[in-house]
Each structure stands twice: as structure tokens, then as C-alpha cells.
């Protein structure tokens, strides 16, 4: 069993607050203690009495007396405060230092590393440049700021926004909690400076590429996209204000959170790269892309013979992270994975060289091709090296993400994270 944390969620008036009962629900079963705490607008989107009930603790309101000092008595109480949905208002405020409100003033004295926002509101709101200034003021106090969902809206229109699902945000808070225990998530994405990814643009490539002979047969590799769908998921933990995946026909799905792009072929992948690459902070190429294509596709089903050979003729696809690299802008981070059948790091040395990226992942293919952990050798462009033992992919996407944060402002030095 879990040990118990003490959660606190602080309710603002938005319309994803009726989804609250369902995270105080998902919480508990995980052995979470809860607490809440309602800004005066949240009191008429969601029952008190249901979220008490589900809770098995008292709702904390604005402005009764016999809750006087409760800021001081929640803050010392909080293992995690967690503001569900946080409007475009309450999240101007905390920037802003204003305590005017219960949860409000809860932001004031509760440490931030212990701090995360799920924003939730018009698409309109959230690209508003002072609402994107508020959300990168928190990410620098080390306050985690949620990616958003995208979807429809409760105002009729459709866009990113919308708070993201309460399964994500308890996987997020437990991960949180759990990263803590193991050691390693100081210093990732809550230390003093705001070490995290918060505001920064993450695209992935992921899975494998599938290359038409006829209608019926590709050419394709054994990539799960278990890599990809983890760095996906990490990013998105440690507070990527956008992920997108741009997979290949993998079998593993990928965090809601994240924005997907299907692709097939090679060159289907390298255009939607090659469109997102330039709004991206960090990229990283996870995606075992077919080296060759067929040269010739044929529009009916090729039909066996017993007496022919049948030679297939290929073309070569283009190298699409060297193409990435040489494009690279030098506020941009640019990381690429070298899958090697035996030890053979000189070769990972050799692709980041001519890849013109900033960092590889060396791994074996006969532990990390297909499974659920791996081993790996991080290389770096000025020559640093650190390799990890074998470990789930979840938290290696962690670990080389948090590397990743590491090394960014010395590769991408004006891209400073
Ligand atoms: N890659 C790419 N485009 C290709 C082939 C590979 O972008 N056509 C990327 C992969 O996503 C990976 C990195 O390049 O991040 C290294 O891929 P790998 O298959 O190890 O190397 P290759 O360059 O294909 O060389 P080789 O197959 O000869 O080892």
C-alpha cells in the first residue's frame, strides 16, 4: 500500500469543477487524504456537500470566521496543493501574489515545488499574451503548471483550453509524489530556480514507419512507440505547455494530453516534422524510421510465383533528423536516439556528429526494442557522457528529460528552460 498523502484541492470557478468529485473519488482509492477548498465562484458550480461527502473532510470556504488561520493550519497540512481548474483570474492573481481569497492566499503560503495549476479556459483567454506571461511567471517560481487539453469548450467553440482530464492530473500528482520518494524529481521540474518544462514547446517523434510494396504489404521494424508514448507522458508530468507526437503505426497509445499526428511512411513523418519543428523548443527523434522505401509501389497485390526470384528495388528516405539539425535555430534543443545492435557507441557518436544534434540516447536494441525498460548512454554535443542501468521507460523518460533541462541553456542558449 501507498503511503498516505495529504492532498489539498483548491476549486476556482470554472467549468471543469464539476469533474472535481470524480479526481477526490480517483484520489482516494489511491489512498490519498483530501481536502478543499472552493473560491466563491466555484460555490455555485459544484456541490459542497457531495465533494465533503466524497472527501470525508469539511470543504473550505472564503470568508467564515471559524476558519480563520486555515491558510497557515492547510498549509502545514498539504503534501501537494493542486488548483483544479485554475481560471485565467485565479492564475493572474497568483502570478500576481494578490491573496484576496482563501485559495488565493493558500498560494502565498503554501512553498511552491508543493504548487500545481490545471488551467482550464477559452482558447481566446489562453493565448492571451498576459495570461502566457502569468503561466511563465509560476513556471519560474517552480510552480507546475499542467499542460491543457484540446477539445470542445463550454463556450460552443473548439481549441485548446480545456482542463486536462482528472486522470492525467492524478497520475500527475502521484507520479509526483512517487518521484519524490525515489529521489530523483528534485531538481526535475520543482527545484528552487523552476527547473521544468513548463512553457516550453515539446515535439516527439515516435513508433515505427510502415512503407507500401501494394496495397496489402509494408515494410515496417519492430518498434513498440513504448519510448515515444513515455517521453510523451514525461513531458507532460513535468509541465510541457504543448507536446505533440508526431507516431508512426505504433501499438502503445499516447497520453491524452498530447497532441497526435498519425503518420505512416518516412516522408509522411519528415513533413509533419518539418512543419512543427520551427515552433518547437525541444524535439526529440524517438521514431525508428525505415531507412529505405520501396522504389516502386505497386496499385494491385503482387502475386507469388514459384519459379522467379523477386528482387525488390529500394530508394534511400531522406535522413530526417540530419535535416532538422541542419535547420536547427540555436534557441532550439534537437535530441536523437541510436538504437545499435551490440556496443557500438562510437557509431551514436559518430549520427550526433553528423545529425548536428545536441544530445543522443545510445541503447541496445536486444534489451529496449519492444520492451518496457531499457539501459542507456546519454551522449552530449560538447562530450559529456553519462550512461543509466536498466530502468522502466517511464523513468527514463524522465531521467533523460531531466537531462535534457540540464543541458539546455548551454546547448540552446537562448532557449534558456
Ligand atoms: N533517423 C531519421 N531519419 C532516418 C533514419 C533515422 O530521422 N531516415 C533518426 C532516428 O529517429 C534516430 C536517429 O536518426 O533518432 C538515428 O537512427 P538510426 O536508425 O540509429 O541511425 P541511421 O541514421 O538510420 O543509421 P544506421 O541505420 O545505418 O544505423
Redesign the pocket.
Known amino acids: 500500500m501507498d503511503a498516505v498523502r495529504r492532498v489539498l484541492i483548491g476549486v476556482c470557478g470554472g467549468i471543469g469543477a464539476y469533474k472535481i468529485p470524480f479526481l477526490v473519488r480517483m484520489l482516494r482509492k489511491k489512498n490519498c487524504e483530501v481536502k478543499l477548498v472552493l473560491t466563491p465562484s466555484a460555490r455555485t458550480l459544484v456541490g459542497q456537500e457531495a465533494l465533503a461527502a466524497l472527501s470525508g473532510n469539511p470543504v473550505y470556504l472564503d470568508g467564515e470566521s471559524r476558519y480563520d488561520m486555515d491558510h497557515i493550519r492547510l498549509s502545514e497540512w498539504t503534501d501537494s496543493f493542486i488548483i483544479a481548474p485554475a481560471t485565467a483570474n485565479t492564475i493572474a492573481k497568483i502570478a500576481a501574489g494578490i491573496g484576496d481569497n482563501l485559495l488565493t492566499t493558500l498560494c502565498l503560503s503554501i512553498p511552491e515545488e508543493k504548487i500545481t495549476v490545471a488551467p482550464a479556459m477559452n482558447t481566446v483567454m489562453w493565448e492571451n499574451k498576459a495570461t502566457k506571461a502569468n503561466i511563465a511567471a509560476l513556471g519560474s517560481r517552480g510552480i507546475s503548471v499542467l499542460p491543457v487539453g484540446t477539445g470542445p469548450l463550454a463556450c460552443g467553440t473548439s481549441g485548446p483550453g480545456r482542463m486536462l482530464e482528472i486522470e492525467e492530473i492524478a497520475k500527475h500528482l502521484l507520479s509526483h509524489s512517487e518521484g519524490k520518494k525515489n529521489g530523483w524529481q528534485t531538481g526535475l521540474r520543482c527545484d528552487k530556480q523552476g527547473v521544468s518544462l513548463t512553457g516550453k514547446r515539446v515535439l516527439i517523434?515516435s513508433g515505427p514507419t510502415e512503407e507500401p510494396l501494394d496495397p496489402v504489404r509494408v515494410i515496417t521494424n519492430r518498434s513498440s512507440g513504448k519510448m515515444g508514448a513515455a517521453l510523451a507522458e514525461a513531458a507532460i508530468i513535468m509541465g510541457a505547455a504543448r507536446v505533440t507526437v508526431v507516431s508512426g503505426p505504433a501499438s502503445e497509445p499516447l497520453p491524452r494530453g498530447a497532441e497526435v499526428i498519425p503518420v505512416r511512411t518516412?516522408l509522411e513523418m519528415q513533413k509533419a516534422l518539418v512543419e512543427k519543428f520551427p515552433s518547437a523548443d525541444l524535439c526529440i527523434?524517438?521514431?525508428?524510421?525505415?531507412?529505405y522505401r520501396p522504389l516502386n509501389i505497386s496499385e494491385s497485390k503482387l502475386h507469388r510465383s514459384e519459379e522467379e526470384i523477386f528482387t525488390l528495388e529500394l530508394a534511400p528516405?531522406?535522413?530526417?533528423?540530419?535535416g532538422l539539425g541542419a535547420s536547427k535555430s540555436p534557441c532550439q534543443f534537437l535530441a536523437?536516439?541510436?538504437?545499435?545492435s551490440g556496443d557500438e557507441i562510437s557509431?551514436a557518436e559518430e549520427?550526433m556528429k553528423k545529425?548536428r544534434c545536441d544530445m543522443m540516447v545510445f541503447n541496445r536494441a536486444d534489451t529496449a526494442l519492444g520492451g518496457d525498460s531499457t539501459a542507456f548512454t546519454l551522449l552530449f554535443k560538447d562530450g559529456g557522457k553519462e550512461s543509466f542501468p536498466v530502468m522502466g521507460k517511464l523513468e527514463a523518460a524522465q531521467v533523460i528529460l531531466a537531462k535534457i533541462i540540464d543541458n539546455f541553456h548551454r546547448a540552446a542558449p537562448c532557449g534558456d528552460i
Open positions: 517523434s518516412a527523434m524517438a521514431a525508428a524510421v525505415s531507412d528516405n531522406p535522413d530526417i533528423l540530419a536523437g536516439f541510436s538504437l545499435e557509431r549520427k545529425k
